[in-house]
């Protein structure tokens, strides 16, 4: 299935673009953080995880080393081309259905903050959809400062820079974004649009899907572990 561009959302920079402008050349490139190990220490060990925007695997390979098995969701096939070891699915996420229950399905990447509410409503229920009764959901929001703290940067030490430049309202609760990493041999851009939620806005959104936060898996609650509400 082909995906276009989504509105509001531009990449530049060498490679292929994805619908919502990541660049596949440049995920290749960035290491993973410390997603693995939150993710590890708040699921049971051997758990089956549905990943949502899996992108190029960045996160995938190191749970699939962690002894998980992960079935990884992208709206971009030239994203999961990359993807080794895993399951693979091709899909906008907020349409998916893929009749199965996971221990744990995961929403990255700040997608929970999809600046379109009929997306974000979508991809929640995706993820109710495809949770077990007894199993969770992970979601990785923004940090309550990131629309603020503009423009800042950080240095990483493979000797690249991620800087935030700019967080402009657009109307309507979004902001357009935009973010900058630059490499000595290459420069790529994303802008796309986000939603900042206040803590009742996000759980009401939740709520609205069937589910409830059960733990602040991180000490800035970036990551939250949900489950179906009772």
């Not at 199993?135 to 030490?157: F, K, S």
């Amino acid at each position: 299935m082909t995906i276009g561009m989504r509105e509001g959302h531009e990449g530049t920079g060498p490679g292929a673009i994805t619908p919502d402008g990541c660049a596949v050349e440049l995920y290749e490139r960035l290491p993973v953080g410390d997603e693995p190990e939150i993710i590890a220490a708040a699921v049971p060990a051997g758990a089956h995880i549905l990943e949502l925007g899996s992108g190029v695997g960045r996160v995938t390979h190191p749970l699939l080393e962690r002894g998980f098995t992960v079935t990884a969701v992208d709206e971009s096939a030239d994203m999961l081309s990359r993807v080794r070891g895993a399951r693979t699915i091709c899909g906008a996420i907020e349409a998916l259905d893929l009749g199965e229950k996971f221990d744990v399905v995961m929403l990255a990447s700040f997608l929970v903050h999809a600046g379109d509410e009929e997306v974000r409503r979508g991809m929640l229920r995706t993820c109710a959809r495809h949770v077990a009764e007894d199993g969770c959901v992970l979601i990785q929001r923004e940090g309550a400062d990131y629309h603020t703290d503009v423009p800042r940067e950080r240095v990483n030490p493979g000797g690249f820079t991620v800087r935030i430049a700019s967080s402009e309202p657009v109307g309507g609760g979004v902001n357009s974004v935009h973010v900058e990493y630059l490499f000595p041999d290459a420069t790529w851009t994303q802008t796309f649009l986000a939603r900042p939620l206040t803590e009742e806005q996000f759980e009401s959104a939740l709520a609205e899907a069937g589910l409830e936060v059960d733990a602040c898996l991180t000490p800035d609650a970036v990551w939250v572990r949900a489950v179906p509400k009772a």
